[in-house]
């Protein structure tokens, strides 16, 4: 018997976890299984399969060409065929003339700019493709956390929502039992026509508020599917975190990495060009003829002087912009961490404000109902502390929440 009932707390447990919903738990589902989630991954195997080409630079293929040529040389026809075939540094030609079945070309060779031995075209996009994974990285991360930061705000309006409907169902009970109240009184005599259809409106803007708040967080509910969260039941109350004050010093630490991944692309950038712009083309090559048994070795040396290197000279702008715009984000994210701290002292006064506003209208109210009851107050000041009241029960929870959704928020600054 013992066992059977252990049992069924167990099972009664699990169903109550299963059918309620927190907003780490919420949080969890974003990261796990959200659309942002896959296209982030995409964005990563973009560079994955960019590295890959990288790799292969120009051993990437081989090369086919082939030239079909009709001419004419001193009233004599003739047919031409030429092929051509490229693989890396090897290439190979072969031209035929099928009028006279005699081959004009047979050759094979290779051929290699020795510039691009010590510091190729290769090694600079793959530092840079690298260093744009890393940046693609933070953009990640940052898409990913601003999504979590607008679910946050989505849950604390659910929540918020959610509350103001426990608040006014409150409400609506009791201007239901006055309405009674009064409608009977009136019926007798006992009560004045104002304070009866006061009475019965108020108890019916009450039940169209609250048809009304209850249609808006359908609403909201029906939001979470941007997010792929799965929802099922209950939504548990936001727990407040404690905040360390480092937490506050990793706002903006993302901005800052992605400009200073920037920069060193740019210098990358810079360094190849400025590679390119002293070194000149050193294109040797070797190659053999089977048709005339020869070697032929060659040099071929070319370089562009006097010109204006604008390519140079822009990337060279560019990093002088990446200098100001970190010390401009520097700026900006130094003055966003004392906004928030300022704000998480505000959010925590205004919790406890609130709280005492609630208290006083809670007292208030209990004064004038007794007031009402033995006669001493108007039905109009009765109902002006209860709708007091109303709203500043919905003020504090909605304070709360904002705290509490707050403390989850500044892990999501980075």
Do not use: C
Request: charge should be negative.
């Amino acid at each position: 018997m013992k066992n059977t009932k252990i049992k069924l707390l167990f099972l009664i447990l699990t169903s109550m976890n299963l059918y309620s919903i927190d907003l780490e738990n919420a949080i969890t589902q974003l990261e796990n299984q959200s659309y942002t989630v896959e296209k982030n991954k995409l964005n990563l195997d973009y560079y994955e399969i960019n590295r890959a080409l990288i790799d292969k630079g120009e051993w990437n293929g081989l090369t086919l060409n082939v030239d079909n040529k009709y001419y004419d040389t001193v009233g004599k026809s003739h047919y031409g065929l030429s092929t051509q075939a490229e693989y890396g540094i090897f290439n190979y030609r072969f031209d035929y003339d099928t009028l006279d079945s005699k081959v004009i070309e047979n050759r094979i060779g290779i051929s290699k700019d020795l510039k691009e031995l010590y510091y190729s075209q290769y090694d600079s996009q793959r530092i840079i493709n690298d260093l744009s994974l890393e940046s693609q990285k933070v953009t990640n991360q940052q898409t990913l956390e601003a999504q979590i930061i607008n679910l946050i705000d989505l849950y604390k309006n659910y929540k918020n929502k959610e509350k103001e409907i426990e608040v006014e169902e409150k409400t609506l009970v009791v201007k239901e039992r006055d309405y009674k109240i009064i409608k009977r009184k009136y019926e007798v005599g006992t009560a004045s026509e104002y304070d009866h259809i006061s009475s019965r409106v108020e108890y019916e803007k009450s039940l169209l508020g609250l048809d009304n708040m209850k249609r808006e967080l359908l609403v909201l509910t029906e939001n979470f599917k941007v997010y792929n969260v799965i929802l099922d039941g209950k939504f548990d109350d936001i727990r407040k975190r404690d905040l360390e004050k480092d937490e506050f010093y990793n706002i903006g630490v993302t901005d800052l990495k992605n400009i200073k991944l920037t920069e060193k692309v740019n210098v990358e950038k810079l360094r190849r060009e400025k590679y390119v712009n002293s070194m000149p083309e050193l294109n040797a090559e070797m190659s053999y003829s089977f048709e005339n048994d020869e070697v032929i070795v060659g040099l071929g040396v070319k370089k562009t002087l006097f010109n204006y290197k604008g390519e140079y000279e822009q990337i060279k702008n560019e990093l002088k912009k990446n200098q100001v715009d970190y010390l401009d984000t520097k700026a900006t994210v130094e003055n966003k961490i004392k906004e928030n701290m300022i704000q998480y002292t505000t959010l925590q006064t205004n919790e406890l404000i609130t709280q005492k506003e609630l208290e006083v209208r809670k007292k208030d109210y209990e004064v004038y109902n007794k007031k009402y009851e033995l006669g001493m107050s108007t039905y109009s000041d009765y109902l002006e502390r209860l709708n007091a009241l109303d709203l500043a029960a919905r003020e504090y929870e909605k304070a709360k929440n904002e705290l509490a959704s707050f403390t989850y928020k500044i892990k999501y600054m980075n």
